[in-house]
């Protein structure tokens, strides 16, 4: 049974985190006004602590910039289906890590909260259940995530490594 999962999770989280980043896109990437909600609550509360424009549309965590890191992780995660790029994969999982775990602290220690548009919370709670699935991904590709970090590291120091 765990050989299965262990065989089978990480194709299925595949499919379901990118179906949940490419979904989002379409708010991101067209300016919508649940994106502009989100965005806004996050840049004001950067903004009480003196961060003005740090989530505004040309600041450095704008929904662009979140939005394509989504798509980058979406495009490695699927490209991961392909037997000999499965490394890609892990590298979907450590951008997915990264992006919601921002996701999730924000939506928990800012004044975003885990339902700043009145949808329940399922907004939040993918974020969760893409992060988790992005962990477990990585716990169980681990092999391929120790690979790939050798490998960015001996492109960039090759007479360290």
Request: proline letters at 4%; charged letters at 10%; a positive charge.
């Amino acid at each position: 049974m765990l050989a299965r999962v262990r065989a089978y999770f990480p194709f299925a989280y595949a499919l379901v985190a990118s179906l949940v980043f490419l979904d989002s896109l379409r708010y991101k990437f067209t300016n919508a006004p649940e994106t502009q909600t989100i965005f806004g609550k996050l840049d004001a509360w950067a903004a009480s602590f003196g961060a003005a424009g740090l989530f505004a549309q040309t600041g450095l965590f704008s929904q662009y910039v979140i939005g394509t890191a989504e798509l980058a992780a979406s495009s490695l995660l699927l490209i991961g289906f392909l037997p000999r790029l499965r490394r890609l994969q892990a590298a979907g999982a450590l951008i997915a890590v990264a992006v919601m775990s921002g996701a999730v602290s924000f939506h928990l220690f800012t004044p975003l909260g885990i339902d700043p548009n009145n949808d329940g919370g399922g907004l939040f709670a993918m974020a969760v259940v893409v992060w988790f699935g992005s962990l477990l991904t990585l716990a169980l590709r681990f092999d391929d995530v120790r690979a790939l970090v050798g490998g960015v590291a001996r492109a960039i120091a090759p007479s360290v490594v």
